[in-house]
């Protein structure tokens, strides 16, 4: 923030899955530790109700907010869906939003709970973290286990992941991979640990 602010940047804020957190509370966003300012924070429902609800919001100053609305694309059709937003909004008032996040909430601990438990049983070490929120393991790999290597292998055992430095501008962790445990059932995700655990063994 304090960069930012010397640079006279605008931080775009992207935070989708603050609602997806399953133990403590989520962190300060950076629109609350600037106090709203130079900081556009924006989020969506397509995480935690639906895919296809393609739905969203923005938190920022009254003046970018008034700038967004003015946009030629509002006005064309193409950025607004009233018939969503309204369901969205009887939803959010009538408490029930608050109740389904509970229920998916639990769903996806119980994803990330048999995730990280097939995982830590790997034949092959691993330093398992077990996050507090969000979809996914930023797991690091063995020693000499480049993911690109691992990715490979892993492919031809029918399974996959995100190499750490599709993150980056560079090659920079390599020696970390995006595991998403958002999708598959809990048996489903213990059979795609083994695999990894099959692949990595035999990557050397």
Not at 73 to 98: E, I, K, P, R
């Amino acid at each position: 923030m304090a960069v930012a602010q010397r640079a006279e940047l605008t931080i775009v804020e992207d935070d989708t899955y603050r609602d997806m957190v399953y133990e403590g509370t989520a962190p300060p966003s950076l629109w609350r530790l600037s106090d709203g300012h130079a900081v556009v924070r924006i989020g969506s429902f397509a995480k935690t109700v639906a895919p296809g609800l393609r739905l969203g919001w923005i938190q920022a100053a009254p003046d970018m907010i008034g700038r967004l609305a003015r946009l030629g694309y509002v006005y064309s059709g193409g950025g607004v869906n009233h018939t969503s937003a309204l369901t969205m909004s009887a939803f959010g008032a009538s408490g029930a939003y608050h109740e389904h996040l509970t229920i998916v909430r639990r769903a996806y601990s119980d994803r990330r709970d048999a995730l990280v438990a097939a995982l830590r049983r790997s034949p092959v070490h691993l330093d398992v973290p077990s996050p507090a929120g969000g979809w996914f393991i930023w797991l690091p790999l063995p020693a000499g286990r480049p993911a690109a290597d691992v990715l490979a292998t892993a492919e031809q055992h029918g399974v996959s992941f995100t190499p750490g430095s599709t993150f980056h501008v560079d090659d920079a962790d390599d020696d970390h991979v995006r595991l998403s445990f958002s999708l598959l059932a809990p048996a489903e995700l213990e059979e795609a640990a083994r695999r990894l655990g099959a692949a990595l063994a035999e990557t050397r």
